[in-house]
């Protein structure tokens, strides 16, 4: 989304954020944990913010 900001994607990236915005926290939350449980990538990650809660 960063790269998005900067070039042609700047509109998508004002969508996103401007939906961003409208959420409530547990929105918010609840489409974090989505999308970390999504990454596989971010196994390591996810364990240790869980285990930090």
């Given at each position: 989304?960063?790269?998005?900001?900067?070039?042609?994607?700047?509109?998508l990236?004002?969508q996103?954020?401007?939906?961003?915005?409208?959420?409530?926290e547990?929105?918010r939350?609840?489409?974090?944990?989505?999308v970390?449980?999504?990454?596989?990538?971010?196994s390591g990650f996810?364990?240790?913010?869980v285990g930090?809660?």
């Amino acid at each position: 989304m960063l790269r998005a900001l900067g070039g042609d994607g700047a509109g998508l990236a004002g969508q996103i954020l401007s939906a961003v915005d409208d959420m409530t926290e547990p929105q918010r939350a609840g489409a974090i944990g989505e999308v970390l449980a999504e990454t596989a990538d971010l196994s390591g990650f996810k364990t240790h913010i869980v285990g930090s809660l």
